[in-house]
C-alpha cells in the first residue's frame, strides 16, 4: 500500500474553516488516537515476550507484527503523507505491509522485537501528537474533517480486535477480564420477528465525515418487505439445531459448506466442546458452560446459513439489514444508528471491549430500531447473504487494497459490529467482510424470511 503524494501542513492551519470547528476536531481525532493506543496497550502488556512473538494461530499475526504494523500505518499515513517526514526506517516498510507477506509467514520475518516494536510505535505517536496541534482539518479529502487521523485511529481499532481474536485463539491462562454485561430485558421484547415495510430507503453515506470507501457513496435501493428477527440467534436456539443432527444433514448446507464440515470434522461453533452431557466453551482462557440465551458466536457464514435453511429462514441481505438498522418509517429517514443519530453509549450498545463477550439476546433497549429490532450494533457481528460489492458509484480512496481488492464472490459481508468493536469503528453504515470459512471472527448473525 502506498499512500498519496504528501499533503503539506502549513504553520497556520485555520484555512478556511473557523479555529472553533478545527480545534474540535483535533480533540476528536486525539481523543480516538489516544483511546485506540490505551486497548493496544492493554492487549500487548498482558502477556509475557514468547507470547508476543508466537504465532497463535497460522490465521493471525503474532502480536508484535500487529504492534509495529500499527506504528509503521500512522507513520506511512500521518507523518510522511500529512507531515511530509522522512521515512523513520524505511528498511521494514516491507515486513509490515499487510499485502507483502501472508499472515502465516510472518513469523519467519525479522520483525522488530517487541521492545522496538513498542519504542516505534511510541516514537511515532509522540511525533503525530506534535503534528496534529497545527494540522488543518480541511485541504483536500484527506485532510477534510480529519479524515486521515479518524482513518488511522479505525485502522488501529481494527487490529486490536484481531489482536483479542488472537488472544482467543491463545492457549494458557486468562490474560483478560472486564465486568459482566447488563442483564437482558427480553420481556420487553414483544414479538420474535417484525415487519420490515418494502420500499425504497437510502443506503450507505455521502455525509459521514469518517466513513471509509466502501460506505459511500449515499443511494437509493429499493427493498420488498421482509421479515427480520427482533434478537440475534443465541446458543440455546443454535443447540437445538445442533441437537437435531444440523451438522449431519446435507440438505442445510451449501456445498462447499459441507466439505467444510466433513473436512475438519466440525459438529457444533468453534471453541465449544462436548462433556458429561453439557455444551462447555473456552473463553479467553477459561472454560464454561455455553449461555443459553447469549448470541451465539465463532459460526461460519456456512453455518449460519445451515442454521437458518434448517429453521426456515435465511439469512438477511445486507440492503435489508441496514434498512432494519437505519430506516425510520415514520420519517422516511436513514438513520446514523438504530436509535437515532446521538453517538453509541453504554445504555445503547455493547461496544468497545467493556465486556468480553455479548450481553444476553434483549439487551439495550436503549439501543432499539423504531421497529423493536435490538442489538444490532454491538455483540455480534451478523452475517448476511451478500457478496461484498461496490456501490453505485464507489470511488477509491484513498487506497485500492482497502476495499476495492477484496470485492467480488469470495468473501460475505457482516454487519453491526461486535462487543470487540470500538465505537469509532462502528457505524449503521459500517461494511466488514470475510471468508464464509471463517469462525475464529466474533461472528454470529439473526435470520429473516419473506412476506
Not at 425504497?200 to 437509493?220: I, K, V, Y
Amino acid at each position: 500500500m502506498t499512500p498519496p503524494a504528501t499533503t503539506s501542513v502549513p504553520a497556520s492551519a485555520s484555512a478556511s474553516a473557523s479555529d472553533a470547528s478545527a480545534e474540535a476536531l483535533r480533540q476528536r481525532a486525539l481523543r480516538a488516537l489516544r483511546t485506540a493506543r490505551e486497548r493496544t496497550g492493554a492487549l500487548t502488556e498482558c502477556v509475557e515476550e514468547p507470547d508476543l512473538t508466537a504465532q497463535h494461530s497460522p490465521l493471525m499475526s503474532p502480536l508484535v507484527w500487529d504492534l509495529a504494523h500499527i506504528g509503521n500505518q500512522e507513520e506511512l499515513w500521518l507523518l510522511r503523507a500529512v507531515g511530509g517526514r522522512e521515512p523513520m526506517h524505511p528498511e521494514i516498510d516491507p515486513l509490515y505491509d499487510a499485502f507483502e507477506h501472508p499472515r502465516a509467514e510472518r513469523p519467519s520475518l525479522p520483525l522488530l522485537a517487541p521492545a522496538e516494536a513498542r519504542g516505534y510505535a511510541r516514537e511515532v505517536r509522540s511525533r503525530v501528537l506534535d503534528l496534529l496541534e497545527h494540522a488543518p482539518m480541511e485541504g483536500g479529502q484527506l485532510l477534510d474533517a480529519g479524515f486521515v487521523f479518524g482513518m488511522v485511529a479505525q485502522h488501529e481499532q481494527q487490529h486490536d480486535e484481531t489482536m483479542l481474536i488472537t488472544h482467543q485463539l491463545r492457549r494458557g491462562d486468562a490474560v483478560l477480564s472486564a465486568p459482566e454485561p447488563p442483564a437482558p430485558e427480553r420481556a420487553a421484547v414483544p414479538a420474535s420477528e417484525v415487519l420490515v415495510p418494502g420500499g425504497q430507503f437510502t443506503m450507505g453515506t455521502s455525509t459521514e465525515p469518517w466513513a471509509l470507501d466502501n460506505e459511500r457513496p449515499a443511494h437509493h435501493r429499493f427493498v420488498p418487505s421482509f421479515f427480520i428477527d427482533t434478537l440475534p440467534v443465541t446458543n440455546g436456539a443454535y443447540q437445538h439445531f445442533v441437537a437435531d443432527g444440523g451438522y449431519e444433514e446435507p440438505r442445510w448446507w451449501a456445498p462447499q459448506g459441507w466439505e467444510q464440515i466433513r473436512k475438519h470434522h466440525l459438529t457444533a461453533p468453534l471453541f465449544w466442546r462436548r462433556e458429561n452431557g453439557q455444551w462447555l466453551r473456552r473463553r479467553f482462557g477459561v472454560v464454561e458452560p455455553v449461555p443459553a440465551n447469549e448470541p451465539v458466536m465463532h459460526v461460519s457464514w456456512y453455518e449460519a446459513d445451515a442454521y437458518a435453511r434448517w429453521a426456515g429462514r435465511r439469512l438477511p441481505s445486507e440492503a435489508e439489514w441496514e434498512k432494519a438498522a437505519r430506516h425510520d418509517p415514520a420519517t422516511g429517514r436513514s438513520m446514523r444508528y438504530p436509535w437515532g443519530d446521538g453517538d453509541p453509549t453504554p445504555e445503547r450498545a455493547n461496544l468497545g471491549q467493556r465486556h468480553l463477550r455479548p450481553a444476553g439476546a434483549g439487551s439495550y433497549p436503549a439501543g432499539e430500531s423504531p421497529l423493536g429490532v435490538r442489538q444490532l450494533i454491538g455483540d455480534v457481528w451478523e452475517w448476511t447473504s451478500s457478496d461484498f460489492m461496490p456501490y453505485p458509484g464507489f470511488a477509491v480512496f484513498p487506497y485500492r487494497e482497502y476495499s476495492e481488492v477484496f470485492f467480488g464472490s469470495a468473501h460475505k459481508v457482516l454487519r453491526g459490529g461486535s462487543f470487540a468493536v470500538d465505537p469509532v469503528a462502528c457505524r449503521g453504515t459500517f461494511r466488514n467482510w470475510d471468508l464464509p470459512v471463517r469462525r475464529q471472527i466474533f461472528s454470529g448473525f439473526r435470520t429473516a424470511r419473506d412476506v
